[in-house]
């Protein structure tokens, strides 16, 4: 699995990354090869206010081809993170989730047909 932290028109610090990757990072290493790549971007948009919201987007990857983009904006980086990790692990459990019961579905319509079939002749 890649993965990007980047940021535009803030400076990365060392435990703003360190948090993202334990909190965002780590837990979608449990899917193992169901993930292929996971882009971060923080965002605060108006740097001349300094109680303006922050922006975390997510873009996660998979490797079915289905592309998850979730934003969550906060006043806090820390708390973006927490609410986007939050988002990411539901929405990348569903997809598979739904990916596992079409694959389960095909193939106890592929086993009825075999019967079906020997059961005819």
């Known amino acids: 699995m890649d993965w990007q932290i980047r940021g535009l ?13 334990s909190k965002l990072i780590a837990p979608l290493r449990k899917f193992k090869n ?4 996971v882009v971060i971007r923080f ?7 300094h109680h303006s919201e922050v ?5 996660v990857i998979l490797s079915n081809g289905r592309v998850i983009e979730i934003e ?5 980086y ?12 539901l929405n ?12 389960r579905r095909a193939s106890t319509r592929r086993v009825g047909n075999l019967f079906k079939r020997r059961s005819s002749n």
Request: hydrophobic content about 30%.
């Open 9 to 21: 028109n803030i400076s990365l610090s060392k435990p703003l990354k360190k948090h993202t990757e």
């Open 78 to 89: 820390y708390d973006a993170i927490n609410q986007l990790a939050d988002r990411i692990k």
């Open 72 to 76: 969550q904006t906060n006043r806090n």
């Open 43 to 49: 965002q605060d948009a108006d740097l001349a206010n």
């Open 92 to 103: 990348v459990s569903k997809n598979l989730n739904k990916q596992r019961d079409k694959q």
């Open 55 to 59: 922006s975390a987007k997510a873009l």
């Open 34 to 37: 169901a993930v292929n790549k």
